[in-house]
Structure formats: C-alpha cells, structure tokens
C-alpha cells in the first residue's frame, strides 16, 4: 500500500518538472563526446592516417560491416588501400573502437545518418578520413611500434635501444 | 602403452613420446615454442615446464621439461601444479621482454603461435618497464621478410634450416642477448625450402613477402584443400582467397607426402592465378590479330557448333585435370586426341607409369623414402624437378644416425643427442647426374656425367648386384662399386629416377637395378619422378595421336580444328611445327588459365579456371588420385576446362558434370576406375551432415565487401556435391582431418593447430579417408638388357652431329610453365642459363656470365641463354635449362656467341 502511495507522489511531482523534449532539429540536443554515432577514421598527430589495417575492427565487429585492404606506402606505413563500412549494417555498437590498436576509428556525436537511397549509406576511406586526431589528440602508432618507417630506424621508437651491434664479441 | 598420471588422472601414451608429445596427443594445453613435430626436441625455450613426481607420496616434486623428458610406466606429474604454471608464465614473460609492439602490423598476427602461449599462459600485461633492444633487418630475397626484433631465439629456424633443409647461408649469429638470426650478410636465402620458415617461425620474424603486399588475416581468408600443381609429388596445400584474389599458399598435412613442408615453387609459386596475364572472358581473335571479348553464351554456342561443324583434334595437358583431359577425350574419341606429351616424352612417360606400377609394387610414398636406409639417384636432380623428395631425401640420410641412437638409449626425439651422437655418420646416397646436385653434401659419392653413360654406370651397378664383373675407370668404378656394396647390403633399397633426361636407357637401367635387387630378396623401392602435376593422369588417359602427329594432321589438311586444353603447344614441340599447324587449321579452340604462344594464334579463347576456382583430380609420382577442391568463385566468364568442353548448358549444372565425366572415365579407362571414390559429400565423410565451412568462423566483412557494387548482400551460392559450402556456417570441428581447409583449434589459432587434428602428434589425421590409387595392370615391358652396356656405346665418346648435344637440366624456379609466370618466381629464376663445359667455352670464346644463342634457327629463335661454365659437364654436351621454349633433348645444335648481351653486373652484396 505504502509504495503504491509512493510512487503516485513521485508521478504527481513530474507535473512541475522541466520538460525534457526538444524540438529537434530546429533545436540540437545535447550530445556527449563519448556517444556512439558516425564512425569516422582519424589522423595522428603528424596528420599521417593512423589506420594500419590490421583488420581487427573489422574482425569484432558483430554485423560484419567492416571491410578493408592492407597495403603499404613507399615509406613502409601499413594503410588501408579501401575502408568501406557499410551503414546500413552498422549498430553502432563501438566494438571497432575498442578493438582498435592506433585510435584510427572513432565514433562521434553525430547521430544523423538518414539516407533515401541505402547505397549512399555504404561509406568509403574518403567518406570516414577526417583531417584530425579526433579524441586522442597525442597518440602515434608508429611511434612506438618496432616496425621501422621512413625517419623512424631502428632503436628510435619509445623505449628502445639502439640497434645491437651483432659483432660485438664483449660479454 | 605405458600409462602415466597427469594431474591425477590416468593417460594411456604412446611408447617412445616425451611428456609435451603425450600431453598433446592427449589434448592437454602445454605451452611450447622450439619443439616441432618433425624437428624433435631441444629444450631451447624452457616453456614446456611440467612438475615430475617422484612417487605417490612426493608432494614437491621438481619441475622438468616436458619435451626432454621421456615417458615411463606410472610417472606422475602435473600440468597444473602451481610452481609448473609460475615458471611458465615467468617465462613467457622474459621471452616478452624485447617484443616489439606490432602485433597489428605483423603478418603473424592472428596466426601467431606466440600470441597463442602468451594467452595460454596468462601473460596479459607488461611489467617491465626498461627499453628494447632492437636489431636491424636483412633483405633475404623476393619470398621472405625478415623482422629480426620480434624473435624469442627458439633456434627453430636454423634447426630446420640448416639441420632439416640442409641450408648453409642461415646462421644463430652473436652472443648471449643479441643472438641474431640471419645470413652473415644481405642475400637472397639460397635454399629452395626457405618458404617453410614461415610456418616454422613461431612468430612473425620471417614472413611470407609476396602474402604481405595484399595481406589478409587468416580469419579473412576462404579455403579449401587442395593440391600443388608445382611438380608431380602432389603435396597438399591450403590456399587461401580474399577478395576474389588468390592470396596465399600455405602447407596442409599430408603424413604420407609433404607432411609439414612445402617447396617454394609450391608457395610462392601461384601469383599466375591474379596475373594481368590471366584469361578472364572468352574471346574471338580476329583477323587483324586484335581479341574480341564475347560473352559466357555466345562463347558455348559457338564451340558448340564448331565440335558439330569441324573434323577435329584434341590435344590435352598434363598440367590440366583428369576431368578435363578426360572430357576431352570423349568429345573428339580416342582416335582424335592427343595426350599433349611431347614426342620425346611420351613414351617416357608411359614407360615409366609402367615401371613404377606394373611391377606389383607402387612407387613409394615420401614417408617411405624417408625410411629407405641406401639411396641410388640415377639421372634425375630431384632439387629441381621433385623439390620436395630432395628434402625428404635428407631426412633419409640421417636413417644411420637415428639407428645408432637405439643402441646408445638415445630417443629419437633427442634431435641434439641423436645428431651429437653419430656425428658426420650418414646413410648412403649415391647420385648420378648430368650437373651437380643441391643434394651433394649428404651424397657418399657421386658421379656428373651424360646421360647415356648414367644409364651405362646404372647398367654396372646391376651387373655388380648380379654378382658379375665390370670393366670401369677407376672413379666410375669407384662410384659404381660403391652404390652397388650399399644397395645389396640396405633391407629397404631405393633407387630414384625420372623422365626429366628424356632418355629411355636410364629409366630401364633404374628397373633393372630394382630388379636384381628384388633377387636378393630385399624390399627395393623404385621411385619415377615425373614433369608435371598430372603427368601420370594425362600419360593414362591414352589417345592415338602423337604430338607430331597431331600437328602433321593440322598442317596437311586431314582435320581442319584443333582444341587445345591448357597447354602451350609451342613448349612441346619445334617452333616452325607448331605455327604452321596452327595457321593451317581453320579453328583453333585453346582453353587455358594465363596468355601464351599457342593462345595467340587460337581463333576462340576460352578461360579456364584455375586449380584455386574449380573441382578435379590429378594423380602424383605414385598413382596417387588426389582431389583439389574449389576455393572461390571465379571471376568474369572463368569457367572449368572440363565445363567448358562438356558444354555446360542450362540442363545440367557443374556439378552433374562433373560427376558424369568421373564415372564415365572411370567407366572407360578401367585404370581409372577408382576415382569414384574420391568424391565424398560431407554426409558421409563426417560424423554430421553439415557441410565443412570454406570461411572460417571469424570471417569478416560479409556486409561490406561486396557493398559498394549492391548493399543487397548476394545469397551464398550453393555447392551441391562438394563437402563445403561457401560461408562460415557449417561444421569444421566435426569433420576429418583430411578435408580441413584451414587448420585452427580452440586455443590454438597459429598452424601448429595441426597437431589437435592428429591422432597422435605428429601422426595421422584423425578420421582421413583411405588414399585412392590408380590401378593399373601387370607391367607389359619387358626389362631387356637394351641399356648401353649390351650395345656398343658407352655413352663417353660423343657421337652424332656437329656442334654441341644438348641435354636437358631443370630449375627449381621457371622450369614449371605455370608458376613462371609469377613475378617473385621470375625474380629468383634470373635469365634462361646454359651450362659448358670449359673447353666448349673456350672454343666458343665465352666466360660464365656472357651470352650465347643457337645458331641454328629452328630451336629457341631468338632466345639467348647466360653461360655458367661447369667443369662438370661433359665436353660436347651443353645443358640448358628447361623453360619457355622446345628443347630437343639429344639434338645437336650450334652456338655463336651473343655480342648484343648485357652482363649482369657481378652482385657482391644486395642491401
């Protein structure tokens, strides 16, 4: 008896409430920065893209709507030679951000992706590149990946040493 | 079967295994890096700790390794004790300590069997915080990446390099922590296996380069079994498809064949299948030379009408399937066709399908070689033409070592203490050859000669076995003396030959010595090698034509169509032949997977499938039938030979077929008659009826990769009569061994997975199906005494025409048409070679390096060939390597000296 007292309060209390309701999209709602909208494909720091094409968003992702290809540039960068995520799959679950090793896909704020057509849906690289670093303005992949880069050699990433001198006989 | 008790549970294990063997064989997760099936143990990595007890009541017990430590009736241990699974994990740590952080752009990653051990060992965050120590990396050629800071120093690279392979230019370098895997300096890796480093690599510090240029993950790739198309050992392969490109080969588990290696011909040689010269439409070539593409319909009515208008010939291919040899065969008849051998082949190759079937006992497998405690090679270079019986040959001549290890109480998996303890001691190999063999070393002796006189020396040997006396110079009588003390006192002789010489004599001579061994009641082993994937197929599907033949009746009017199935006519017979028969026809049908000489001057084209995108059988060495299965769809009109030829219509589907074709040759060639049962549907074969997934269960992408042509996503297309279907649903746990096209274990993403499909580790496949052989009927030669020695040649003095006599040799690299012509091959192939003696040479005024060209204008217009002058060929003779175009072995041909040639600037170090 007691709660159900309780709770017809609680409801009459709601009747001097503010109204929660906005009148989109004349007025824009409050987004947080960690919401889970478009995915978009980030730069690092150098404005080099920081996707490496290593396929694991494409791998967690429970929809299947990632595709890509690995290819490498002259400087020894891996990159994706297409990025393809098709929207008209995609849940927006954020299970490619969190599987991403470089911080190169990111989902933003922007939840409005209505189409008329569903081909125009299906985004490619030059649809999801961004020119910037999105949520993580400082992280660098290849700078502290081992793999060498055009200006990084051996021993230059974060904690490494210089590169061993094989002939060396000293103990 | 002694029984031992693992974390207080009783296990039956195989006699003879060490503790990490049982463990695995019994499905236990026991984390290991440096042992190998196949390479033994070395207690290199100290991963595989376990806890032995001393007795019922040893509560502390002590830990060992699980890979060094043999079994024995009643030992306790524990996988699971507390100080066991610490000491791992600190393991796995310090092995951590250096690795660089590239796992997401690491070729390995995903199949890593370091990843797998750090998961399974629970090793999930860094502790150390200090820095790297880094090396640099070395180029090792056009097959291999090297990435030297991601090594744990396991040692099995050098192991199987150097210990297994035989390779001498892959060195454990340095001292203490900065021990370096590598060459002592850049270099292309000289031995024709170095593609199994990959898979033997635990991690990802030699990688497959040409894989790396358009990598995919293995979660990313489509598979199906299949089969080398290299040469005709038949190894098992599982290649790999993204995208619609053939992305990979790696090595699928035979026991009897190619067990866990493969040969870089196998590996690296299928790029061909993406190659801008593939054949993607059918097409019209017209009278201005241009091509006109028509499409699938057009391209069917036409042939259709051109088999129903024409008087016709087939020629078929010994690279190209049974189903399509067959197929054509029946469409033309038997009177009509051609087998596609050249002139000098053909009756080698049926006399050596006579040889090593007919007596009664089939050619051995390569697990048998492998057995063989003397070994006599006659004529063929094995390196070259069966690469991967040359390194199974290897393994044959360590036998002595591993007999001396049973005395000593020394377990064959003791690889260290097996090799320590018979030091150089190695069985006998002997080989007779036309150059030298990569298989020198491990050679007792041998002896480079000419052909004729290999077969003369052969010839010796068995008069020797037959207890007779032979007249001989000292080193032949060295040599045959030899050979001959080695084989009559081995229980399991084997004698290797093949058909690479073109020459008849040494074939009979290897019969022969097979048969006076068999006299002295010995179980000898007679093994032919032959040229190509589906040279005994294409050698038991008979027609009446020869090649010239064939050709004679194009160029004299008697038939006005020629089909070709998949074979360059230009390779198999003189030049000025070929074309004139080809413009005499009215109609040239030439079905074929990339461009070449023979499509040119086709009038219809019609692209045939690769090995990759359809069904068939080839038959190996031994008769061995084996299927390879469609791994992906083929792009643009690609279609089967044999669909192509049996005229698919909208009546009957592939599939029908093919069924119709099998059952029909099995029907007509009584040989053949077991092919039935190669057919095997997923229903019966496994313990379920779902069908075996071609994808595997991460495959990703499916609603993406085909979007930006339709976001309606295809319905998966249906694969009726094979056991797999075209998508990631079905059962790959369930099925056998032996229909795996990819190997992957829960726990156990990398290829060592392999082991949790075996009976026992290292054994057989759980649940293969009984290998289907050709049968073939009691042998018909006769072995007469024809060889040399009867006859008046001793095969020493030169005899015959003018110039030079040729003789054919073969590379490992460019030998095989196909995977020619893929870039990484063409790369480690270099120029067409010739080898002189150095007289020749000096007569000829040419030093190795220069170039020369056949003076006579009929053999290899055009084509010039890069001396190598070789002390060991014979004076008169020149060996040139078998390629692109006709040879005639045992022609006798001049050569003039190529002023216009370009030396290659002698490489010193490649950086």
Known sequence: ?????????????????????????????YMAPRYRGRIILTRDPDGEERCVSCNLCAVACPVDCIALQKTSSEDGRWYPEFFRINFSRCILCGMCEEACPTYAIQLTPDFELAEYERPNMVYEKEHLLIDGVGKYPDYSFWRVAGKTIAGKGKGDARNELPPTEVHSLLP | MPKIIIDNKEYEVADGDNLLQACLSRGIDLPYFCWHPAMGSVGACRQCAVVQYQDENDERGRIVMGCMTPVSEGLRISVDANNAVNFRASVIEWLMLNHPHDCPVCEEGGECHLQDMTVMTG?????????????????LGPFINHEMNRCITCYRCVRY???????????????????????????VLESEFSGNLVEVCPTGVFTNKPFSESYTRKWDLQSAPSVCMGCAVGCNTSPGERYGNLKRIQNRYNEDINSYFLCDRGRFGSGYVNSEKRIRNAGLRCEDGSFEIIDKTDALNRFA?????????????????????????????????????????????DLAIDLSQGHGKRAPTLKRVEAADAVLLLGEDVSNTAPRLALSLRQTSRNVSKEMAGPASIPLWQDAGVRGHAQSALTPVYSASVLPTRLEDICTDSICTTPERI????????????????????ADMAFVNGAAQALKSASNPLVVSGTSLLNEAVLHAAAQITEALKALAQEPDL??????????????????????????????GSVDTAIVLENDLYRRAESEKVAAALSAASQVVGLDVVENATLEQATLVLPAASFAETEGCCINYEGRAQQFYQVYEPQGDIMAAWAWVAGISKESTETDVREKLISDCAIELPCLSRLTHLNRMAGQSGRTAAKIPRQTHRFSGR????????????????????????????????????LAPYVWAPGWNSNQSVTQYQEHAGGALRGAADAVFVSHAASTTTLEKTGPIFGKASGKVREGGAGLCLVPVYCVFGSDELSAHTSEMQARAGRARISLNPQDAKALHVKTGDGLYCSTGEITPGQSYEVLV?????????????????????????????ENWARQPEVIARG
């Open chain 1, 1 to 29: 008896m007691w709660s159900h007292i309780k709770t017809t309060w609680l409801v009459f209390l709601h009747l001097f409430k503010r109204n929660e309701t906005v009148q989109y999209p004349e007025e824009m709602p």
């Open chain 2, 123 to 139: 090793h999930t965050s860094r502790r150390y915080t200090g820095k790297k120590r880094t090396f640099e990396n070395q180029y």
């Open chain 2, 161 to 187: 390099y150097k210990d297994y392979a035989g390779g001498t230019d892959l060195q454990a370098l340095g001292s203490r922590n900065r021990m370096y895997f590598g060459r002592t300096e850049p270099g």
């Open chain 2, 305 to 349: 009408a051109i088999v129903k208008d024409n008087k016709l010939i087939g020629i078929g291919s010994p690279r190209a399937s049974v189903e399509s040899n067959y197929a054509l065969r029946a469409l033309v008849g038997e009177a009509n066709y051609c087998a596609g051998f050249s002139d000098a082949e053909a009756p080698l190759v």
């Open chain 2, 455 to 474: 077969a003369y020396l052969g010839n010796c040997i068995t008069q020797l076995i037959e207890g007779k006396s032979v007249e001989l110079d000292e």
């Open chain 2, 527 to 556: 093994l032919l090698c032959f040229a190509e994937v589906n040279s005994v197929g294409a050698g038991l599907i008979t027609g009446a034509l020869s090649m010239h033949s064939a050709l004679k009746k194009l160029t004299d």
């Open chain 2, 703 to 738: 609603t993406a990769m085909n979007a930006n042509v339709s976001v309606h996503e295809p319905r998966t297309s249906e694969d009726v009569n094979s056991p797999f279907s075209f998508s990631m649903e079905g059962d790959s746990a369930a099925q056998p061994g032996d």
């Open chain 2, 870 to 898: 070789s002390a060991s060929m014979q004076q008169g003779f020149v060996g040139l390597v078998q390629g692109a175009a006709y040879l005639p072995a045992g022609a006798w041909v001049s050569f003039v000296r190529d």
